[in-house]
């Protein structure tokens, strides 16, 4: 006789029956609870795969692990544990990973972008219009400061996390005495703290971060801020799901994250992102509650996420995290402050040592304090109980190889030797110094490269998406009509090419340009060219932008960045060695050229008087010029530079 055993439903089936039944009472629809049941457990997934120990984490979970990457790179001076125990802590991994940090900091990473079309055409006028949007982009963003916190973290850290966004808001402004709103619309990046990121697969390593099957993040924030985001929809009726999101820790639809941070306070609300790039999915939940439609699609129109995720060191292919200058000198660090804390205790011996006195007698330690006067003690009656007399010369050398090595595991001893500070220092030398550096620091480089690069792709894909939008309208003072405008980005000291360096301005429209504007613009050029105020415009037609299939490279140039001493040096170095070849070749120097570049690195204007242009012109050859200009810019039609690098690639 088979004996039949209760079945008993398992955990998730009974969480699952909780959760319906708190649903229940909020009168959701069941695809709503559904919706809301697939997060939740997504979220929780996430939350435990990248919290639970983890052997690349030494033991230890991500949060642990990332507490003390901050500590390290901070120099956290822990308490003591007992009274007698000597508080100290080197530094030497937070200064040898600043010594790395800042020689990132003297080189510059730009990108180079190609733009390809049809049949792999390049389109080098469009890819080099665009170089100079995303540089001014970021310029306008001001992203500078954001490198250097986006370089730390990856230094310091197992992960870095980068958002590329498009923020459109609005600013107060005053004028005339009266108050009032300003929009403002620009492509902006966010770094976003490791601890507020969940991956929906942690084995997928940082270079495939587009293929995460779901990615979560976490957010608090204020209650009034919640209010003005989330609780009125586009066409500003209030969202029906508002009235479920309740300040503090929510009793009926409890974030899982409200203890991972220590709860909320009472005027808090958790906010928790969620997208799938394979779903095109979107979902933000307030305490748990979805605020968001079903069904939402993914704010943003190109491939993949919006965000990309940096490492320092790769340490497994199945593994997303890598490993950071903090954890690889951890070890050492911990041995490089335990050693030099016995020293300072043998070090205090030696000056109060331990003493003994016969039995019976008790003395307090202040007869050991200058100038006091103890009864009854004879010099025999106190013996010391150690034989040493200090930290010997052994001992300071094991501290220094111990240090020694910790420099190694972060990479900075060998960039402080090739520093030379010997002597007037040549442009080879000083320029042999920073390739040096850049070849020494290694993966921090690639790293580097690797964030400009990528987030370099995301600021094309999203200006292309917004770039269609409408900024403003104007006035055609020929037709008399109004017209669209468009974005358009200016970029000073460009280079213009042919050796000229000027403004160079870059106009978003959806006007065919006919050859006799071109020829104006031509003119107008010509003429600012004469009395130095160089530039060159460019438009790019939108419908064609958007219309044709183009295919985007970019790589990432590394220099130096802008140093005055430097750049004075390498002008008289090449003015030396042009003249040099300009008398063996028989052939004079180019003086505007030379008179322009003195002026931008030296910073002297004026110096030199401008040449006065001739009386009389050979009117064939001005005839000629123009007609090979308006050439080379139009070759089958009347376009514009930039949209003639598309030509041929409509469908």
Same mark, same amino acid.
């Given at each position: 006789?088979?004996?039949?055993?209760?079945?008993?439903?398992?955990?998730?089936?009974?969480?699952?029956?909780?959760?319906?039944?708190?649903?229940?009472?909020?009168?959701?629809?069941?695809?709503?609870?559904?919706? $809301?049941?697939?997060?939740? /457990?997504?979220?929780?997934?996430?939350?435990?795969?990248?919290?639970?120990?983890?052997?690349?984490?030494?033991?230890?979970?991500?949060?642990?692990?990332?507490?003390?990457?901050?500590?390290?790179?901070?120099?956290?001076?822990?308490?003591?544990?007992?009274?007698?125990?000597?508080?100290?802590?080197?530094?030497?991994?937070?200064?040898?990973?600043?010594?790395?940090?800042?020689?990132?900091?003297?080189?510059?990473?730009?990108?180079?972008?190609?733009?390809?079309?049809?049949?792999?055409?390049?389109?080098?006028?469009?890819?080099?219009?665009?170089?100079?949007?995303?540089?001014?982009?970021?310029?306008?963003?001001?992203?500078?400061?954001?490198?250097?916190?986006?370089?730390?973290?990856?230094?310091? @850290?197992?992960?870095?996390?980068?958002?590329?966004?498009?923020?459109?808001?609005?600013? *107060?402004?005053?004028?005339?005495?009266?108050?009032?709103?300003?929009?403002?619309?620009?492509?902006?990046?966010?770094?976003?703290?490791?601890?507020?990121?969940?991956?929906?697969?942690?084995?997928?390593?940082?270079?495939?971060?587009?293929?995460?099957?779901?990615?979560?993040?976490?957010?608090?924030?204020?209650?009034?801020?919640?209010?003005?985001?989330?609780?009125?929809?586009?066409?500003?009726?209030? +969202?029906?799901?508002?009235?479920?999101?309740?300040?503090?820790? +929510?009793?009926?639809?409890?974030?899982?994250?409200?203890?991972?941070?220590?709860?909320?306070?009472?005027?808090?609300?958790?906010?928790?992102?969620?997208?799938?790039?394979?779903?095109?999915?979107?979902?933000?939940?307030?305490?748990?509650?979805?605020?968001?439609?079903?069904?939402?699609?993914?704010?943003?129109?190109?491939?993949?996420?919006?965000?990309?995720?940096?490492?320092?060191?790769?340490?497994?292919?199945?593994?997303?995290?890598?490993?950071?200058?903090?954890?690889?000198?951890?070890?050492?660090?911990?041995?490089?402050?335990?050693?030099?804390?016995?020293?300072? *205790?043998?070090?205090?011996?030696?000056?109060?040592?331990?003493?003994?006195?016969?039995?019976?007698?008790?003395?307090?330690?202040?007869?050991?304090?200058?100038?006091?006067?103890?009864?009854?003690?004879?010099?025999?009656?106190?013996?010391?109980?150690?034989?040493?007399?200090?930290?010997?010369?052994?001992?300071?050398?094991?501290?220094?190889?111990?240090?020694?090595?910790?420099?190694?595991?972060?990479?900075?001893?060998?960039?402080?030797?090739?520093?030379?500070?010997?002597?007037?220092?040549?442009?080879?030398?000083?320029? @042999?110094?920073?390739?040096?550096?850049?070849?020494?620091?290694?993966?921090?480089?690639?790293?580097?490269?690797?964030?400009?690069?990528?987030?370099?792709?995301?600021?094309?894909?999203?200006?292309?998406?917004?770039?269609?939008?409408?900024?403003?309208?104007?006035?055609?003072?020929?037709?008399?009509?109004?017209?669209?405008?468009?974005?358009?980005?200016?970029?000073?000291?460009?280079?213009?090419?042919?050796?000229?360096?000027?403004?160079?301005? $870059?106009?978003?429209? /959806?006007?065919?340009?006919?050859?006799?504007?071109?020829?104006?613009?031509?003119?107008?050029?010509?003429?600012?060219?004469?009395?130095?105020?160089?530039?060159?415009?460019?438009?790019?037609?939108?419908?064609?932008?958007?219309?044709?299939?183009?295919?985007?490279?970019?790589?990432?140039?590394?220099?130096?960045?802008? +140093?005055?001493?430097?750049?004075?040096?390498?002008?008289?170095?090449?003015?030396?060695?042009?003249?040099?070849?300009?008398?063996?070749?028989?052939?004079?120097?180019?003086?505007?050229?030379?008179?322009?570049?003195?002026?931008?690195?030296?910073?002297?204007?004026?110096?030199?008087? @401008?040449?006065?242009?001739? @009386? $009389?012109?050979?009117?064939?050859?001005?005839?000629?010029?123009?007609?090979?200009?308006?050439?080379?810019?139009?070759?089958?039609?009347?376009?514009?530079?930039?949209?003639?690098?598309?030509?041929?690639?409509?469908?």
């Amino acid at each position: 006789m088979v004996q039949t055993r209760t079945k008993l439903k398992s955990a998730g089936v009974e969480s699952e029956k909780e959760f319906k039944e708190k649903a229940a009472v909020l009168n959701l629809k069941p695809e709503m609870s559904e919706v $809301i049941w697939l997060w939740h /457990e997504r979220a929780r997934k996430a939350f435990q795969q990248r919290e639970s120990r983890h052997e690349y984490f030494d033991g230890l979970t991500y949060c642990q692990d990332y507490i003390l990457g901050r500590q390290a790179a901070n120099t956290y001076l822990r308490p003591k544990l007992n009274d007698d125990e000597v508080r100290v802590n080197t530094g030497t991994t937070e200064k040898k990973t600043e010594v790395v940090w800042n020689e990132l900091l003297q080189l510059t990473f730009e990108p180079e972008i190609r733009a390809f079309g049809k049949e792999d055409i390049p389109l080098v006028s469009l890819g080099e219009s665009f170089t100079d949007t995303v540089r001014r982009s970021n310029e306008i963003e001001k992203d500078e400061y954001l490198w250097q916190e986006a370089l730390l973290e990856g230094l310091t @850290q197992r992960a870095v996390f980068i958002e590329e966004i498009w923020d459109e808001g609005t600013v *107060r402004d005053k004028r005339e005495g009266e108050v009032y709103r300003r929009h403002l619309s620009k492509a902006r990046k966010r770094l976003v703290s490791g601890l507020k990121v969940f991956l929906g697969d942690i084995t997928l390593p940082w270079y495939r971060f587009d293929e995460q099957p779901y990615i979560i993040k976490y957010d608090r924030i204020h209650w009034k801020q919640a209010e003005r985001v989330f609780r009125y929809l586009p066409d500003g009726k209030e +969202n029906p799901m508002w009235e479920h999101v309740s300040k503090g820790n +929510n009793e009926t639809f409890n974030s899982i994250f409200g203890l991972r941070f220590g709860g909320l306070a009472e005027d808090e609300v958790e906010v928790l992102a969620c997208s799938s790039y394979p779903d095109d999915e979107y979902m933000r939940l307030l305490n748990g509650v979805p605020i968001d439609p079903i069904g939402t699609k993914l704010p943003w129109e190109y491939e993949g996420y919006n965000m990309k995720m940096f490492g320092l060191k790769t340490m497994s292919r199945d593994f997303a995290y890598c490993k950071p200058l903090t954890a690889s000198a951890k070890a050492l660090q911990s041995l490089n402050n335990e050693t030099i804390r016995l020293m300072i *205790r043998k070090f205090r011996q030696a000056l109060e040592p331990p003493s003994g006195v016969p039995a019976g007698k008790v003395f307090s330690k202040d007869i050991f304090s200058p100038a006091a006067m103890t009864q009854g003690i004879k010099k025999d009656d106190v013996f010391s109980l150690i034989n040493h007399t200090g930290v010997t010369q052994s001992e300071f050398a094991m501290f220094d190889l111990i240090e020694k090595k910790a420099e190694e595991f972060i990479g900075a001893g060998s960039l402080q030797q090739g520093l030379s500070e010997k002597g007037q220092q040549t442009a080879f030398e000083i320029s @042999q110094m920073q390739k040096q550096f850049a070849t020494q620091l290694g993966n921090a480089v690639l790293m580097a490269m690797a964030m400009k690069e990528q987030m370099s792709y995301l600021r094309i894909y999203n200006l292309l998406e917004h770039v269609k939008q409408p900024v403003g309208k104007s006035l055609d003072p020929l037709s008399q009509k109004v017209n669209n405008t468009y974005m358009s980005f200016v970029k000073e000291s460009a280079d213009l090419g042919e050796g000229r360096v000027g403004r160079k301005e $870059i106009i978003f429209d /959806e006007a065919v340009h006919t050859e006799d504007d071109m020829r104006g613009l031509y003119e107008e050029e010509e003429k600012a060219k004469k009395i130095g105020k160089d530039f060159r415009r460019f438009f790019i037609n939108i419908q064609q932008l958007l219309e044709v299939p183009i295919k985007w490279f970019i790589t990432i140039s590394q220099k130096p960045k802008e +140093n005055e001493a430097l750049d004075k040096v390498l002008f008289a170095d090449s003015l030396k060695q042009a003249v040099a070849v300009s008398q063996v070749a028989q052939r004079p120097l180019n003086g505007d050229t030379i008179v322009q570049d003195f002026t931008q690195t030296w910073k002297r204007r004026d110096w030199f008087q @401008q040449q006065a242009p001739p @009386q $009389i012109m050979d009117q064939t050859m001005m005839g000629q010029d123009q007609t090979k200009v308006a050439t080379e810019m139009t070759p089958d039609k009347p376009q514009t530079p930039s949209v003639n690098a598309l030509e041929g690639q409509m469908t």
